[in-house]
């Protein structure tokens, strides 16, 4: 089932988002508040709603009132303590803004980055030290053999 967030849990979430990552024009590319990626933030939850949830109730509680209404400068010193305080909600939805940002095309294009997925083509990866896995045998089977 789909997360649902009020309207202005969206807005507060898309401030959020915005003040992560911002848009850049040197860069040009845009910020994770852009209509397009936060689509993709608002589809992304999945199991981690209630994170998202906690998060927007931790900013309003800082805030005294609803973060998405806060001035500007007042609600970069909320976020600030947020950030300060961390948390795992607040790992959580940094990670699903990093994930919905960084596969966005226009982002993928800035970072001179093919905008396709990374199968069935893959990477070219160069060959490691494959001897960093001995240590890794050396130690025998530690697991049991299933039934």
């Not at 998405?68 to 790992?91: H, P």
């Not at 800035?110 to 083509?121: A, G, Y």
């Not at 001995?134 to 053999?145: E, L, T």
Request: glycine residues 6%; contains cysteine; negative net charge.
């Amino acid at each position: 089932m789909p997360v649902v967030l009020s309207p202005d849990q969206q807005r507060a979430l898309r401030r959020l988002a915005g003040m992560m990552i911002p848009a850049s024009i040197t860069y040009r590319v845009p910020g994770a508040d852009d209509d397009a990626i936060f689509d993709d933030i608002l589809s992304s939850f999945g199991p981690d709603g209630d994170h998202v949830r906690a998060v927007l109730e931790d900013l309003d509680r800082r805030a005294g009132a609803g973060f998405a209404d806060l001035e500007a400068s007042a609600a970069r010193a909320v976020a600030e303590r947020a950030r300060t305080a961390g948390g795992a909600s607040l790992t959580m939805v940094c990670r699903i803004v990093l994930q919905c940002y960084y596969r966005d095309d226009r982002v993928m294009r800035s970072l001179r980055m093919e905008t396709r997925p990374p199968f069935p083509l893959g990477f070219e990866l160069e060959p490691s030290d494959w001897t960093l896995l001995d240590p890794v045998r050396q130690r025998g089977k530690v697991w049991r053999d299933a039934e």
